[in-house]
């Protein structure tokens, strides 16, 4: 038998209608409340997060006398510029930020050479013990840094390189997350492509310049960043292998140093703060797609 069909102007009973009809106001309402819950959170974490950053720029403003006051004021009224001047010339704030740069260079520039050339044969090469060997990087990963820090210290004591850029550097020109980073990266390249570039005549060297490093650009992004917020914040390893001269300590020690200086004040300690904190920052604004890209997704689309 043939099913009637609804007279014009009669609604629809059916699967479609069903499909169509707008959603209960109480599923409407639920989501509502799921979606405020989730804003609330997000902004409880971000100023759980921003409050010692906006606290730190505040005070570096204000003068000692609105420091000493309990609570100190939120907002500075009438903000004292002259502290950063004071941080930047007396506190050689700006020997110690180029000094920082040209080791965070070294080290960024050494961990990511030194990362792809081992994530690559990780990937890609068969030889012996290949396995094993990626075992022992990662369990470098489980060795903190104090335990070698008196053999690094005589290492670098014995080569000469004892108050030198060489000496802050090197220690730290390859890592083992770096490498286990990239070769998750290569290993999403699809074999096909591998296999075709052989045909095209790519040697390995060939291959990982012109396709997998460009494919694995959001990991070496992403490996860029850690390293330079690694290297930037270093302070122990800079202080036990460096003089008492300005010639190549760091920020982190520059800071310290601004502490116990005659232009020690909480005002100008906390400029200098601020002043190390804003190339983090810049960093963090440029390459944070590529970060979030690299962490919540693959290399290859």
Request: charged share 10%.
């Amino acid at each position: 038998m043939q099913a009637e069909r609804a007279a014009p102007g009669t609604p629809e009973v059916g699967p479609t209608a069903r499909a169509t009809a707008p959603p209960h106001p109480a599923g409407r309402r639920r989501r509502g409340w799921r979606t405020a819950a989730r804003y609330t959170l997000l902004t409880i974490g971000a100023v759980v997060v921003l409050a010692p950053l906006y606290l730190t720029i505040v005070n570096s403003l204000l003068p000692p006398s609105a420091l000493a006051e309990r609570p100190p004021p939120l907002f500075p009224l009438h903000p004292v510029w002259s502290d950063y001047s004071v941080a930047w010339s007396q506190g050689h704030l700006g020997v110690y930020l180029r000094n920082s740069a040209i080791q965070t260079a070294l080290i960024v520039c050494g961990q990511l050479v030194t990362s792809v050339l081992a994530g690559y044969a990780f990937a890609f090469l068969r030889f012996p013990l290949r396995r094993a060997l990626f075992v022992v990087f990662l369990a470098t990963l489980m060795i903190p840094f104090e335990v070698t820090l008196i053999t690094n210290t005589q290492t670098v004591s014995d080569l000469g390189w004892y108050n030198t850029f060489a000496g802050l550097a090197v220690p730290f020109l390859a890592t083992g997350f770096g490498t286990f980073l990239l070769r998750q990266a290569f290993l999403q390249i699809p074999r096909d492509l591998r296999e075709a570039a052989t045909l095209d005549g790519y040697g390995h060297l060939r291959f990982m310049a012109r396709v997998a490093v460009p494919l694995a650009r959001p990991a070496l992004a992403a490996l860029g960043v850690f390293s330079f917020l690694a290297a930037w914040n270093q302070y122990l390893w800079p202080l036990v292998v460096t003089g008492n001269g300005n010639g190549v300590r760091t920020v982190q020690i520059g800071l310290k140093l601004l502490q116990g200086t005659q232009v020690s004040h909480s005002d100008v300690a906390l400029a200098g703060t601020v002043i190390a904190v804003l190339p983090l920052l810049v960093l963090l604004v440029i390459f944070q797609k590529q970060l979030v890209r690299s962490l919540t997704g693959g290399a290859v689309k």
